[in-house]
């Protein structure tokens, strides 16, 4: 049975319509059609009416093509699966990371892999938090390498280090001096798009001390984009240190005299055949940054 003619029926289900099928797919519509019908007489059943309103499944279409769903979705897990397999094989170790790790960070994760009982290399893929999880569910990602910000009761972690965060205003004095997280919260922050952990992290850290997070009402679309902003005096930026600019002036923000740090962690399936390395890895990645 033709794989091909079985995806062109799934996306004419989807679409509900010839022509919006092939343009999904990247076929010219005859292509599409012509697939579709040669996988119709192989069935020996009809699987859509075309009406005025639109395509539509028959009684039959109806009964098989969530059977094609399913068979397409257990083919591509097949795909999936024996890529993840030979990655492992090929000894590499697929790392995900967010954008808020710093390069140092990322340095001792491949020093900790060449340093395992049997060394291995880095495979990193950089991405938002929501495309890392989806990646590490799938079998793409071996372990994820992220803010400590997102409850993840299904996976394995492991916390492997954390550091300063501080504050740029320049409504206020740049001298270095620590500012108290209470009297932070008197300015209007530039945030970021919920998507790497530093928004998640400000809100909780904000709302977990009953302060209220006053938002400036734009948006900034990078971390040197909210430094820059900040500095020109559009708001305050909340950053982790390493993501500073040298020449930037700013501010270590403290809880009752105490360091307020941005944490990081290594995230793994629990069912990964690379468990026990990774177990390894992520406790050679946290005696590193000691």
């Not at 192989?42 to 098989?64: C, N, Q, W, Y």
Request: charged share 25%; net charge negative.
């Amino acid at each position: 049975m033709n794989v091909e003619g079985l995806r062109y029926a799934q996306a004419v289900s989807q679409t509900k319509s010839f022509s919006a099928a092939a343009r999904a797919y990247g076929v010219t519509q005859p292509a599409l059609s012509n697939g579709v019908a040669r996988l119709e007489d192989e069935l020996g059943i009809k699987l859509f009416d075309r009406s005025p309103r639109g395509v539509m499944p028959t009684a039959h279409g109806t009964r098989i093509l969530p059977m094609i769903d399913q068979a397409l979705g257990l083919l591509d897990a097949v795909v999936s699966e024996s890529r993840r397999l030979a990655v492992v094989r090929s000894g590499a170790v697929r790392m995900g990371v967010s954008p808020l790790i710093g390069s140092e960070l990322v340095a001792c994760a491949f020093e900790a892999a060449r340093g395992l009982p049997r060394p291995r290399d880095l495979v990193l893929r950089e991405a938002d938090l929501d495309a890392l999880g989806e990646a590490l569910r799938a079998g793409e990602l071996d372990v994820l390498l992220v803010p400590a910000v997102l409850p993840l009761p299904s996976f394995r972690r492991r916390s492997i280090s954390s550091e300063p965060v501080v504050v740029i205003n320049s409504a206020a004095p740049g001298d270095g001096t620590p500012l108290e997280l209470e009297a932070a919260a008197a300015a209007d922050y530039i945030l970021v798009p919920d998507t790497c952990g530093l928004t998640k992290f400000t809100t909780q850290l904000f709302s977990g001390n009953d302060l209220p997070l006053r938002r400036y009402p734009g948006e900034a679309a990078s971390f040197r984009v909210q430094e820059e902003w900040a500095r020109m005096g559009v708001g305050a930026a909340l950053l982790p240190r390493s993501k500073v600019t040298g020449d930037a002036s700013c501010r270590p923000l403290v809880r009752a005299g105490v360091s307020v740090r941005i944490s990081y962690e290594a995230v793994w399936a629990r069912d990964t055949p690379l468990t026990a390395e990774l177990e390894e890895f992520a406790d050679a990645l946290a005696a590193c940054r000691e």
